[in-house]
């Protein structure tokens, strides 16, 4: 059971001490505040969002080469030459889509560097991720549950997304700037008593949790969404088979407990389904211009 410590006579409110409260109140604040003034250096595409970047692009390429080739060396690679195709194909008709969209949209800097790269690796998890670099995992346990070519590319339009709207280097960045704070918080509490000190701490650490970090977890999802839907859809897939998917994923953890969505990294499979049928009419005009480009009233869909 969780108490307050006890506060003792050295922690009696004297003028230094009251100043120090006032510091460490301040020092509390700043990396929340940080977070929103130093967020003004980049721009997410389509949401138009601001975020935070402290990581040089060039650093965070190298870092994800790195651990993508690392990864691959302790996974085996699927050897269905169908299903692997498959995966190569719907991830370079995805990748040619971002290619277009961030042409015509004078943000082609942001995959500078970018060297596309698709891979089948045999596993249970129903997963899949992009690392910045344009590195992709998809693992097999996910087909059954992605179904077609359709479903996978609502799969690879969401991660995708995410590193195309630089989420991992704004992650990297908030959680830089809560350290920095976290470090200052310890050394402006070190003669305090060993309780005050861990329960600040304590405090420190929910706060930054819950009210940054969650957040915009929840946040760069529901953009990964919006996103992975626009550019699916230049695909010329069908934008209107996310809500499918997504209801299929959501089956496939029913039994897997999860918290309440104000601590959890992703939204409600409520409010996600919600979000999605918002950014549908968006997507479709995208579908509608790829099915009049290229003279089709549907595109078929191919299934594993």
Not at 94 to 115: H, M, P, T, W
Request: hydrophobic share 40%; charged share 20%.
């Amino acid at each position: 059971m969780f108490s307050l410590p006890c506060w003792s006579f050295k922690d009696s409110p004297s003028n230094g001490h009251i100043a120090r409260i006032i510091a460490l109140f301040l020092l509390f604040l700043a990396p929340f505040a940080g977070i929103s003034f130093l967020s003004g250096c980049a721009q997410v595409p389509v949401t138009g969002r601001s975020q935070l970047n402290l990581v040089p692009d060039s650093q965070l390429l190298a870092m994800s080469e790195q651990e993508y080739r690392k990864f691959l060396r302790k996974h085996r690679l699927c050897q269905d030459r169908a299903k692997v195709a498959m995966v190569k194909r719907v991830g370079r008709r995805i990748s040619q889509a971002v290619e277009r969209f961030l042409y015509e949209n004078g943000q082609i800097d942001r995959i500078r560097g970018y060297k596309w790269e698709f891979n089948l690796v045999c596993g249970k998890e129903i997963n899949a991720f992009c690392m910045p670099g344009g590195k992709v995992v998809v693992y097999s346990g996910l087909l059954p549950v992605a179904r077609d070519e359709n479903g996978l590319a609502v799969v690879l339009g969401h991660e995708i997304a995410h590193a195309v709207a630089n989420h991992a280097a704004e992650r990297l960045s908030q959680a830089l700037l809560l350290q920095l704070g976290g470090d200052a918080l310890s050394m402006l509490t070190g003669s305090y008593s060993p309780a005050t000190r861990h329960l600040l701490m304590q405090l420190y650490g929910l706060g930054a949790n819950v009210g940054v970090l969650l957040p915009y977890s929840r946040t760069q999802e529901y953009e990964a969404d919006h996103l992975g839907l626009i550019f699916m859809a230049i695909a010329g897939y069908d934008p209107r088979g996310a809500l499918d998917f997504w209801k299929r994923m959501m089956a496939a953890a029913r039994n897997k407990p999860r918290p309440p969505e104000l601590l959890s990294t992703h939204p409600s499979d409520r409010a996600r389904l919600e979000r999605i049928v918002q950014y549908l009419p968006e997507a479709l005009s995208y579908y509608r211009r790829y099915l009049q480009e290229h003279g089709m009233k549907k595109r078929p869909v191919r299934r594993f």
